[in-house]
């Protein structure tokens, strides 16, 4: 917690006392809770300032299914990253320092010194990101309105959908590749396969959503798009 937080939590609060220090509705506030995982009553610093700006989101008359529902948009996502995060410091780091004949205490502060220098740049490096992302994301919204024969928000009764096409990709006969050339070789194929897949997606203004092993799950604002990279 400490290397998360090395200013501290703050003091904490109970939700009653946090909502009415924030001015938010309480059943909003149970709901973002409920969005990050937050299973206790009792509201940090951190927790305070998510809430507060909420209420300025809400305040400017962004509505409150979209707040929640971007607000579960950041949760899943910011919650595969740091899982990647976690992930790739173990596999590259830790154990790159303990192939290296470290252990005991001179493992755990050459661990710390490296988190120490990594931690200041992730979210300089998550801010980056999601500036590309979203610029992207303003251009195909633009699309959507200058072209009305891609596919555009339709109106229903629950709310406003959004046409896109769909796209499931992976390698084919990957298992038994890995029988013959063995796993070392199928995880090097399976990466520039990745390379592959994430150069030909952004080519045709695709999104990867997931990936599991070497099968992708990709969208696209029309058919046609999903097609050609495909092929």
């Known amino acids: 917690m400490q290397f998360l937080f090395p200013s501290g939590l703050g003091p904490t609060y109970s939700l009653a006392q946090a909502v009415d220090i924030v001015g938010l509705d309480p059943e909003v506030a149970r709901r973002l809770r409920d969005v990050a995982g937050a299973n206790d ?10 809430l507060r700006r909420a209420k300025v989101a809400l305040d400017a008359g962004f509505p409150e299914t979209a707040l929640l529902q971007l607000a579960r948009v950041y949760a899943d996502a910011l919650e595969r990253v740091a ?4 992930h790739l410091f173990h596999f590259y780091v830790h154990e790159g320092l303990k192939a290296a004949g470290l252990s005991g ?17 992730v979210e300089p490096m998550i801010r980056y990101f999601h500036r590309r992302g979203l610029a992207k994301a303003v251009r195909a919204d633009m699309v959507l309105h200058l072209a009305p024969d891609l596919a555009h928000p339709a109106q229903t009764d629950s709310g ?3 046409r896109l096409a769909i796209l499931f990709l992976d390698m084919s006969s990957y298992t038994p590749l890995t029988e013959v050339m063995g796993d070392g070789v199928a995880a090097r ?8 897949v994430r150069e030909a ?10 990936r599991i092993g070497d099968a992708f799950l990709l969208i696209f604002p029309e058919p046609r798009a999903a097609v050609s990279c495909a092929l």
């Open 201 to 210: 997606t952004a080519r045709f203004d695709g999104r990867i959503v997931d």
């Open 83 to 86: 899982e990647g995060e976690v």
């Open 105 to 121: 205490r001179q493992l755990v502060d050459n661990r710390k010194s490296v988190q120490e220098q990594l931690l200041p740049i």
């Open 41 to 50: 009553e009792l509201v940090n610093e951190h927790d305070l300032q998510m």
């Open 189 to 196: 194929i399976v990466e520039r396969f990745s390379e592959l």
């Open 160 to 162: 406003a959908q959004l």
